[in-house]
T-cell receptor, first 109, second 114 residues
């Protein structure tokens, strides 16, 4: 089974950079996904890592270290609309996604 | 850009009633999923569906639940006799050609059981 940990809440200032960490324990690791979820809405895909290293996509980057069971999502140039929950989800083999509890990010002026 | 759609957006039902939640996955996708999210809790897997059959299901997906792909485009989740604890957001998701492909989520159906 999987155990996925991420901070419950974070607060950051508009224009700043924030890093949201995720640690996981699993066997047969087959990818880690980050989703954004605004309150009352569906999770929206942000990024996918299966190999070690950094994946960059505009203001968002995601990093993975498989040996450490660790990932982070980096959000640059924060905007108010980035206030949302950020969900770390792990895939083990061909099983469906297992989600962490999510990190609720508040962006303040 | 293609997207997953779900109907209805909200469903209110009485305990013990049957509900059917509908999803139209992205048209060339082969893998389909149902997840649920109880208010304030994490997203939980219910069932996955591939090649017209269930490929995996969680312990939540008991005999009260069933899924169907009746016509090659719709993907439905039926709850036969709803319970209060079935109140949640239900999300449909689909993925492309491989089970490891990214899953794209629909907007969800908010189910309230009274």
């Amino acid at each position: 089974g999987q155990n996925i940990d991420q901070p419950t809440e974070m607060t950051a200032t508009e224009g700043a950079i924030v890093q949201i960490n995720c640690t996981y324990q699993t066997s047969g690791f087959n990818g880690l996904f980050w989703y954004q979820q605004h309150a009352g809405e569906a999770p929206t895909f942000l990024s996918y890592n299966v190999l070690d290293g950094l994946e960059e996509k505009g203001r968002f980057s995601s990093f993975l270290s498989r040996s450490k069971g660790y990932s982070y999502l980096l959000l640059k140039e924060l905007q108010m609309k980035d206030s949302a929950s950020y969900l770390c989800a792990v895939k083990e083999g061909n099983t469906p996604l297992v989600f962490g509890k999510g990190t609720r990010l508040s962006v303040i002026a | 850009e293609p997207e997953v759609t779900q109907t209805p957006s909200h469903q209110v039902t009485q305990m013990g009633q049957e509900v059917i939640l509908r999803c139209v996955p992205i048209s060339n996708h082969l893998y389909f999923y149902w997840y649920r999210q109880i208010l304030g809790q994490k997203v939980e897997f219910l069932v996955s569906f591939y090649n017209n059959e269930i490929s995996e299901k969680s312990e939540i997906f008991d005999d009260q639940f069933s899924v169907e792909r009746p016509d090659g485009s719709n993907f439905t989740l039926k709850i036969r006799s709803t319970k209060l604890e079935d109140s949640a957001m239900y999300f449909c998701a689909s993925a492309g050609l491989a089970s490891t492909d990214t899953q794209y989520f629909g907007p969800g159906t908010r189910l309230t059981v009274l």
